[in-house]
Every structure is written in structure tokens, then in C-alpha cells.
């Protein structure tokens, strides 16, 4: 059964780390939100790491100039590991070969910027999907357009047997009020249509290989059992934490705000039916991060 808490203090004492989900979680795709940020400074203060796991497409360079511009400062966190990083490897050591057709907005272009810890990295290059070897998608085109605009494009790359590499397993986020496709959601639509797609963030292992590393790096050795990861999707962050064997912490005011009924707090017979829908099962729950 989870456990509905209402502050990470009450349980944080269990845990040397956390896997911390962004979008939903910290921030809200515009500003931080400030209980979170508050709970993970304590977090922190109490001796615990904090490792930013999130779906972005983006490298951990990126992410951090965008939590500037959001307002989640650096004593909020430890390290982050990026879906964006662990696809950005996966590509570089040719899984999709060398000649890409690129599905995305040009915001996301530095996707493609060398990555010198891999060693004889595959050369990549943009090319038109005709003279592609594969597909590199960091999300639609129009975040906010009907998916269905892609169908050509996924019809002749499924002909072509092109393999599509999704740098952001998330089907949906909230930037604010609104709520935007990810490029999870061309992948999912890809896959339906008979294309092969691979994924690199959560819930799959590779993103918690980098994690784990991440935390190597920081000269910690966590124990499983002593991780908590903590997010607001049911498929990504609390699947995956159930795959790797972590326990996990449920955010339901993000994408399940209205399935859970959360106000301030989910209510707990809602919630037990979203989860069972869901096929999940969190350790705990709560409305906010806080």
C-alpha cells in the first residue's frame, strides 16, 4: 500500500540519495517551485545527494542554464543525468548510423555536439529523411500540434526500416498551464505503426547507469535500498524506479493531478485507483514536493 506523507522529511532520513525528477516536480516548465526547492536544500544540509534524473533531451549543460533561467539554484542539487546524455551516447556510438534525419525544434541542436568521452565517436550528420540511416527525435516539430502531421514522414522511415532513437521516453509535459507532446509520444506513435524505436531515459536502464555513475563521480556508493527516487510520471519515474529496484516517491499534483484528485494532498481512494490503473505501485505519495 503507499504511503500518503506530506513533507520528504518525514522519510529522507532512509535515504543517502535521490533520484529527482524535474519537470513537475521542481520546477513547473517556467519557474521553480519553492517548497520543493526548499525540501531539497534540507535534503542536502542533512547529508543527502541529490542527482536531477530527467527526460530532457538536453545535455546536463543545457539543463543546468535552463534551471538558471527557471530559478532552481545550485544548492538544490548535487549532479544531473539527462536522457539527453544517455541517447547523445548511444548516437555517437553509431546506433542509428551516420547520416540522421533530425526530428525536433533547433532549439535542441546542441544534441548533436561531440561528446568527448566517447572514444572514436561515429561521425554524424543531418541529412534529408531519404538519405537517412536513422532517426534522431528530441520531440515534434510543434510541441502543441496533432501528432498525426508526422505520419508521412514515420510511413516512409518504417518502409525504409530505419531504427528512430527517442532522447525523451515522456509522452506529455506541462509548461505551465499547457500541456505540450514529447518526443516519447512520436516513439510511442512510431512504434504503432510497425517502426522499431529505442529509448534511453526513464523508465530504461541506461539513464540509471548514468545516475549511478553520476553519483560515482561525487565519490558516493549508495546502496540501492538507499535511493528514493522521486518523480510525477507513473510509466517513467515510478516504473523505472520499480525496475531498478528503488524505492519511490510519487509527485501526484504533476501530470496525475486530476486522476489523484490533488488539492494540497492526493485523496487516497483516487490515488489507489489511478495506481492500479497505472499497474504501479510508489512507496509514497504526496501532492507537492515539499
Request: charged share 20%.
Amino acid at each position: 500500500m503507499t504511503q500518503i506523507i506530506t513533507a520528504l522529511s518525514e522519510v529522507s532520513a532512509r535515504y543517502q540519495a535521490a533520484f529527482v525528477d524535474l519537470w513537475g516536480c521542481v520546477h513547473d516548465g517556467v519557474r521553480a517551485i519553492p517548497s520543493a526547492v526548499e525540501a531539497l536544500r534540507a535534503y542536502r544540509a542533512s547529508g543527502g545527494t541529490v542527482v536531477l534524473l530527467t527526460n530532457s533531451p538536453r545535455p546536463r549543460k543545457g539543463v543546468e542554464a535552463q534551471l538558471d533561467q527557471f530559478g532552481v539554484p545550485h544548492d538544490a542539487w548535487d549532479t544531473i543525468a539527462t536522457s539527453g546524455d544517455s541517447a547523445r551516447a548511444a548516437m555517437f556510438r553509431g546506433v542509428v548510423g551516420n547520416n540522421v534525419f533530425f526530428i525536433g525544434e533547433e532549439r535542441d541542436l546542441p544534441f548533436f555536439e561531440p561528446m568527448h568521452v566517447i572514444e572514436n565517436p561515429a561521425e554524424i550528420h543531418l541529412t534529408p529523411l531519404d538519405q537517412a540511416d536513422g532517426i534522431v527525435c528530441t520531440g515534434p516539430f510543434d510541441a502543441m500540434a496533432d501528432l498525426a502531421v508526422l505520419r508521412p514522414q514515420l510511413l516512409l522511415a518504417k518502409q525504409r526500416g530505419l531504427k528512430l532513437l527517442c532522447a525523451n521516453p515522456d509522452i506529455v509535459v506541462d509548461r505551465g498551464d499547457h500541456r505540450e507532446w514529447c518526443a516519447g509520444a512520436v516513439a510511442r506513435l512510431y512504434t504503432e505503426m510497425g517502426g522499431e524505436s529505442l529509448y534511453f531515459g526513464k523508465p530504461h536502464p541506461p539513464i540509471y547507469d548514468l545516475a549511478y555513475r553520476r553519483l560515482a563521480e561525487l565519490g558516493r556508493d549508495v546502496a540501492r535500498q538507499s535511493i528514493l527516487a522521486i518523480g510525477d510520471g507513473t510509466q517513467t519515474d515510478i516504473a523505472g524506479a520499480m525496475g531498478e529496484d528503488l524505492d519511490s516517491l510519487f509527485i501526484t499534483g504533476g501530470l496525475a493531478r486530476v486522476e489523484t484528485q490533488t488539492a494540497a494532498h492526493p485523496d487516497a481512494e483516487a490515488l489507489e485507483r489511478y495506481l492500479a490503473s497505472e499497474s504501479v505501485a510508489p512507496t509514497f505519495a504526496m501532492g507537492q514536493l515539499a
